[in-house]
Structures are given as structure tokens and as C-alpha cells.
């Protein structure tokens, strides 16, 4: 048996922490966290080496858009037509304030930044930010 998300989620949790909610909480909480605290002191350096401002929210910073679609059950001309919306969450351009993309702090807050997306996303598959 395979583990799927549920809904809309981007991450799985699989039975054995379904089952100890408790410690899957602190686990997932725990490591959002730490990918928070370091890519701030991270932030910290970069904004000391470029003279800008930054922070963890800077880098990569996600913009979620909802845009209304019209659907259509029998065709496009069909009188049966509805509208949805549809919410997509994309990365902001520029990626960061900082321009020297040979510099491994940059590579280092690219790494925290999906270790809090791959948080974040476990802290919604366990329901914690309801």
C-alpha cells in the first residue's frame, strides 16, 4: 500500500507518526524551527556582506495567486458553464536580494529554504496550522 497525500497537501506522513501525533508534532515543529533560526542567521550574513537588507523571507520568496477559470461540463458554448478558482503558489523573482551566485551562502539558503518548505508542508499534512 502506498502513501499518498491527502487533498491538496505536498508532503506524507506515514502511519506510524499518524498514529504518535504527539511526537510527529514536535518532530515537525522542531524542524521548521531550525530551518527558520538558521536561514535568519544566514540572512544575517548576507545582509552584512551586501549591505541590504535580508532575511529568511527575502530568499525565494513564495507569492500565492488565485485566479478565476471558467469550466464548461458540456463544451465551450455550453450553457451548463461554471467558474473555479484556482490558487498556484510560485517563487518571486529576483530569487534574492544578492546578486553573486558563486557565493555558498547563497547555496546555503537555497538548502534552508527547502528544508522550511518540506517543513512547513509536513506541519499542514499533520494539520497544525488550522
Known amino acids: ?8 497537501n505536498r508532503a ?10 504527539a511526537r510527529a508534532t514536535l518532530t515537525a515543529m522542531e524542524m521548521l524551527n531550525k530551518a527558520q533560526k538558521d536561514a535568519h542567521a544566514v540572512a ?13 523571507e527575502t530568499f525565494a520568496a513564495t507569492k500565492t495567486l488565485t485566479t478565476n477559470q471558467a469550466v464548461s461540463r458540456d463544451g ?6 461554471a467558474s473555479r ?6 517563487i518571486v523573482t529576483p530569487i534574492a536580494n ?9 547555496y546555503e539558503r537555497h538548502r534552508l529554504r527547502e528544508s ?5 508542508e509536513i506541519c499542514k499534512a499533520l494539520d497544525l496550522f488550522n
Request: glycine share 8%.
Open 1 to 8: 500500500n502506498r502513501c499518498k497525500a491527502k487533498g491538496s
Open 12 to 21: 506524507v506522513v506515514c502511519g506510524s507518526c499518524q498514529r504518535d501525533s
Open 44 to 56: 544575517k550574513i548576507c545582509s552584512v556582506c551586501n549591505g541590504g537588507f535580508e532575511s529568511a
Open 76 to 81: 465551450p458554448s455550453s450553457m451548463f458553464a
Open 85 to 90: 478558482n484556482k490558487t498556484t503558489t510560485g
Open 98 to 106: 544578492c546578486s553573486c551566485i558563486d557565493c555558498p551562502k547563497t
Open 116 to 120: 522550511e518548505l518540506e517543513a512547513t
